[in-house]
């Protein structure tokens, strides 16, 4: 699968902004999803993870209450819906696609997903 990353941009903080993902391949529905992302100089961290049929959320500590990940998987793609964004918000945003996951799953692990997408980058200015 294929991934491309989009919506990015420059905002000033407390902003919203809404980036996407879209899937190529006839398996994205089987797949869970996860938004990353990579701040100058830093290790690359989880921001949020969707299960396959979209019912299921996990997020990051600091995107708990201001980052929605959700899914739509008849057009094979997922999103990050961000708001009162910060300056620490700063950063290459990620998406990435498990693959075919033989029982439990660690939504916050780097090396548990398959395929990533390129990035988009989101600059919050304070």
């Known amino acids: 699968v294929q991934l491309q990353a989009s919506g990015g941009g420059l905002v000033q903080a407390g902003d919203s902004l809404r980036l996407s993902c879209a899937a190529s391949?006839?398996?994205?529905?089987?797949?869970?999803m996860g938004w990353f992302r990579q701040a100058p100089g830093k290790e690359r961290e989880f921001v949020a993870g969707?299960?396959?049929?979209?019912?299921?959320?996990y997020y990051a500590d600091f995107a708990k209450g201001r980052f929605t990940i959700s899914r739509d998987n008849a057009r094979s793609t997922v999103s990050l819906q961000m708001s009162s964004l910060k300056s620490e918000d700063t950063a290459v945003y990620y998406c990435a696609a498990s693959g075919l996951i033989s029982g439990s799953f660690d939504y916050s692990r780097k090396d548990g997903y398959a395929y990533w997408g390129q990035g988009t980058q989101v600059t919050v200015s304070s």
């Open positions: 391949g006839r398996t994205f529905s089987s797949y869970a």
């Open positions: 969707i299960d396959w049929r979209g019912s299921l959320t």
